[in-house]
């Protein structure tokens, strides 16, 4: 096996006395794609920003591509391509010339067309910035980040805000760079984003990986195959629930309710299901929006912190 | 380097030359200005005095009054009406009858200049009958370079060169710092220096077109004249623009919003447009102000301008100017570089 692209040891961040990262170590494998999830301010933004060079840890070792950021930072530059969360690009210029400016930072960069034509907006070469939609904005900072040919792609949260058809254009153009060999590090709160792109999956909380691996393998981890859900309807008789009333369904594992939403880990969902709607027949209990999803990695997170990803 | 560095001037100008509004700030606007001031101040000849006078006064005087060319008169036959109208400045002074056999009265506020002058004119009206010629022969100023819009005209341009350069600059910095462009940049191998450089070559470009215009106006329309030579005059333009670009970066190098760097600006160039020598004189000022004057850029470079433009100066003579906007320019560069926020 070669040397892995990322390698970072016990990284530490404070910002006054907030620790927003708390002794991370990850490594990643050149030519995969790992993914850091977490809620908002689980701290994957200063997880990324400290591997691409712009801030110093307060402890902790980071090498890059075998180089390390005290030394080698010009060398580094030159061969990660980097999209940072919340960059505007300058509305009053087109993308072409975006990408030319883009391109003068760097030793070799790529033809600008051949970027246009992997990003998909080779319509689009001579609009201003300010005429994209999200989606063409976010693909041309891709583009922008695609610019000198990087062994190494870093994206904090590269589909945050668009809608599911620009989201899965990005993916796309992401998935184009892993198949060639590129290997990426991407943060997203998005469940589905990781486990789509993601080789391996880290999910961080509070400055700390709570789970490590495949999506699979972390989803395994959980030990359900599925998840049940639904609403209690507050309107039948009015009365209190029992407490407890469906804590022991057989093939059900721990029961969580949030308002009047309950839902349960289940390893088997017909044995389960059944059991529920005896369960709530024998109680007179309606259940609204009933329903059953595969786990996923939101599920892991929700299990592990007891919160959910999206409101952290 | 160099490719980075030509490819940043390119952008700065694009992005500049996108802006109507800007463009509107740069060239017309000090064009208007210019106009406007010179018609306000143009060459009126002399204008007589508006005086007012008593119908109660002696034929005689009204009747000298009447016949001097530099007095406008009013004849009232009401008192109170008379010195309302002087109250109101109406008037410049009112003359009434005086006592019995004594000389006649002149009301006046020796506060108003104009009323000064009226006075005196009044009292020269009412002595010419008893004179046998006049007292003395005049020769008025009129000659290009020493009138007011002669003045006026170097002021406004270094105004301008200042105004560009701090506004242009640091609009744009704060800007593209807001947008997170500068973080973006920092993770690409571009090399600092550069960008900081790119703010300094783009000044140059647009202070060309800047100068270049105003100038040809300035020359053609309004006859200001350019006796010293046109190199040195460049030469001066350049160095305060590069003088203001520093100033400009420095004051540019921490502001996080575009409300902190308009208030930023104004605070620093408030002294400038009242201490350098602009609209009037900064030796009007008392004289222990005007080394403090004299030590801003603006002052320097406004100074300088005028020497070349309205007396011929060399380079000789402006090199205390040119030295104290160098200075300006080397210090806020430098510090701007230290302390400079990428974030």
């Known amino acids: 096996m070669s040397a892995p692209a990322v390698s970072a040891k016990g990284l530490v961040r404070r910002f006054g006395t907030v620790v927003a990262v708390d002794g991370l170590d990850l490594e990643i494998d050149a030519g995969t794609c790992l993914g850091l999830l977490g809620p908002n301010g689980a701290g994957k933004t200063t997880t990324i920003e400290m591997l ?13 591509l075998g180089m390390g950021w005290d030394r080698d930072g010009p060398r580094i530059r030159q061969r990660i391509g980097v999209q940072l969360q919340e960059t505007m690009l300058q509305e009053k210029l087109t993308c072409d010339e975006t990408l030319r400016v883009f391109a003068s930072f760097y030793a070799h960069p790529r033809p600008r067309d051949e970027v246009m034509d992997i990003v998909g907006l080779v319509e689009k070469k001579g609009a201003r910035v300010g005429t994209l939609s999200g989606g063409q904005k ?31 254009r990005v993916w796309e153009v992401v998935e184009a760079f892993t198949s060639d060999g590129g290997t990426v590090l991407l943060t997203t709160h998005y469940m589905e984003e990781a486990e789509r792109l ?30 049940v859900e639904f609403r209690i309807a507050s309107d039948r008789n009015g009365a209190d629930l029992p407490d407890g009333l469906f804590d022991d369904l057989p093939g059900a594992g721990s ?20 059991a529920l709607l005896q369960r709530a027949k024998e109680h007179d209990v309606a259940l609204d929006d009933l329903r059953t999803h595969r786990t996923t990695l939101e599920d892991v997170f929700v299990s592990l912190t007891g919160r959910q990803l999206r409101d952290g | 380097m160099g490719r980075t560095l030509w490819e940043l001037t390119r952008l700065r100008l694009l992005l500049f030359l996108r802006e109507p509004e800007v463009l509107f700030w740069v060239f017309a606007f000090p064009i208007i200005m210019a106009l406007v ?6 060459d009126r000849g002399v204008e007589p005095s508006k005086i007012g006078v008593l119908a109660s006064a002696p034929d005689a005087v009204r009747k000298a009054l009447a016949a001097s060319d530099e007095l406008e008169v009013e004849t009232y036959d009401d008192r109170e009406v008379a010195e309302h109208a002087l109250a109101r400045g109406r008037i410049d002074v009112l003359v009434s009858p005086g006592a019995a056999s004594e000389p006649p009265l002149v009301h006046l506020d020796e506060n108003r200049t104009e009323s000064v002058t009226a006075r005196l004119r009044v009292r020269d009206a009412l002595q010419a009958p008893l004179r046998s010629g006049p007292v003395t022969e005049e020769r ?27 506004w242009g600059i640091g609009f744009y910095l704060v800007d593209q710092r807001q ?80 409300e902190t760097i308009s208030n930023l600006m104004n605070l620093v160039m408030m002294p400038m447009w009242l201490g350098s020598g602009v609209f009037f004189s900064y030796e009007r000022f008392p004289e222990a102000m005007h080394p403090f004057c004299r030590a801003l850029p603006l002052t320097a470079l ?16 402006i090199a205390p100017e040119l030295g104290v906007l160098l200075a300006w320019g080397v210090v806020c560069y430098a510090v701007a570089l230290k302390v400079f926020r990428w974030e």
């Open chain 2, 140 to 166: 008025p100023v009129a000659a290009v370079g020493s009138r007011y819009i002669d003045f006026l005209f170097p002021g406004l341009l270094g105004m301008n060169i200042m105004g560009t350069g701090l």
């Open chain 2, 37 to 42: 001031l010179a018609f306000a101040f143009k």
């Open chain 1, 198 to 227: 993601s080789d391996r999956v880290i999910i961080i909380d509070q400055g700390r990986i709570i789970a490590e691996g495949s999506p699979q393998q972390i989803i395994d981890g959980l030990d359900a195959e599925a998840i």
């Open chain 1, 255 to 274: 029961v969580r309710r949030s308002g009047d939403v309950v839902s349960f880990e289940v390893t088997d969902v017909q044995a389960a299901v059944f």
């Open chain 1, 52 to 64: 691409e060079g712009l801030r110093r840890p307060d402890a902790g070792e980071i090498e890059i």
């Open chain 1, 138 to 168: 976010q693909r041309l900072a891709l583009g922008c980040a695609l610019i000198n040919r990087p062994d190494l792609l870093f994206l904090d949260e590269p589909s945050t805000g668009l809608d599911p058809q620009a989201r899965r």
């Open chain 2, 179 to 258: 947008k997170k462009l500068l973080r973006r940049m920092l993770v690409t191998p571009m090399p600092r220096a550069a960008y900081l450089l790119s703010f300094i070559t783009s000044r140059f470009v647009l202070l060309a077109a800047e100068v270049l215009a105003l100038l040809a106006f300035g020359l053609w329309m309004l006859d200001v004249p350019l006796d010293g030579s046109i190199v040195l005059f460049g030469l001066l333009t350049i160095f305060g623009a590069a003088s203001f670009a520093g100033l400009g970066l420095l004051v540019a190098s921490r502001a996080r919003h575009i």
């Open chain 2, 302 to 317: 406004n100074d300088a301008l005028r020497a070349v433009m309205l007396d011929g100066a060399g380079a000789n003579d």
